[in-house]
């Protein structure tokens, strides 16, 4: 059984940086790649990034790129999505979630079903 706990969320304006954290326990978490997804009110569930169980690929969605970077520490069981120049459309309650099947060091997933454990969700809302 893997816990995830997301953290960092919160106000900010519009141009403005956050960073996330995801703790994970439970399970080896450098056996695992990771994935962070977002949900605006009223919208589906859409993948923004996800980084590699060796941290050697990430990967991210057209909207994000060259602002948000995804980092790990296996040795603090730890992700991180450092959000910069956020817009208005950045707001969501984002979550990470841990692909535990994902046998390559390499690869990312970007659909949401293949991930086996959801943390609960941190808001994010960028102002004007």
């Known amino acids: 059984q893997v816990q995830l706990v997301e953290s960092g969320g919160g106000l900010v304006q519009a141009g403005g940086s956050l960073r996330l954290s995801c703790a994970a326990s439970?399970?080896?978490?450098?056996?695992?790649?990771m994935g962070w997804f977002r949900q605006a009110p009223g919208k589906e569930r859409e993948f923004v990034g996800g980084?590699?169980?060796?941290?050697?690929?990430?990967d991210y969605r057209d909207s994000v790129k060259g602002r948000f970077t995804i980092s790990r520490d296996n040795a603090k069981n730890t992700v991180y999505l450092q959000m910069n120049s956020l817009q208005l459309e950045d707001t969501a309650v984002y979550y990470c979630?841990?692909?535990?099947?994902?046998?390559?060091?390499?690869?990312?997933?970007?659909?949401?079903?293949?991930?086996?454990?959801w943390g609960q969700g941190t808001q994010v809302t960028v102002s004007s």
């Open positions: 979630a841990a692909d535990l099947r994902n046998s390559s060091p390499f690869t990312v997933d970007f659909r949401g079903q293949v991930y086996d454990y």
């Open positions: 439970g399970g080896t978490f450098s056996t695992y790649s």
């Open positions: 980084i590699s169980r060796s941290a050697g690929r990430t």
